[in-house]
């Protein structure tokens, strides 16, 4: 709508953004960004498992994600992208989370190269 924030609709954001973002956990609003993101109508995560981070920064994501799969609101969506499927993510991330993406619906794209 018309003079609303995009916020107030959703959130896109890359995997390696949000890393940023919790690395960066001197920063007081960091938090601020985070509790934004878990409470966010819709939040788009892009190209989740393609980086590699510290242990903290990669709990603090998958945190994010399983908040969102335990309390959301209703109406509250995550849609996730990856470059691999679920289980490649379980090998990179975590098992349980991949698990958990795998009960929502999941939709795989391939293309092939000519």
């Not at 819709?42 to 393609?50: E, I, M, P, R």
């Not at 908040?67 to 490649?88: C, H």
Request: proline share 5%.
């Amino acid at each position: 709508a018309r003079g609303r924030r995009p916020e107030a609709w959703g959130n896109f954001v890359t995997a390696y953004a949000a890393a940023r973002t919790i690395r960066n956990v001197t920063n007081p609003g960091t938090q601020t960004v985070l509790r934004t993101w878990a409470a966010s109508p819709l939040l788009v995560l892009d190209d989740l498992g393609k980086h590699r981070d510290k242990p903290h920064v990669i709990e603090q994501l998958l945190f994010l994600l399983h908040e969102r799969y335990d309390w959301s609101a209703p109406g509250q969506k995550t849609i996730v992208t990856a470059n691999m499927d679920l289980d490649e993510l379980a090998e990179r991330i975590d098992p349980g989370t991949a698990r958990r993406l795998g009960e929502g619906m999941v939709i795989e794209l391939t293309c092939k190269e000519t």
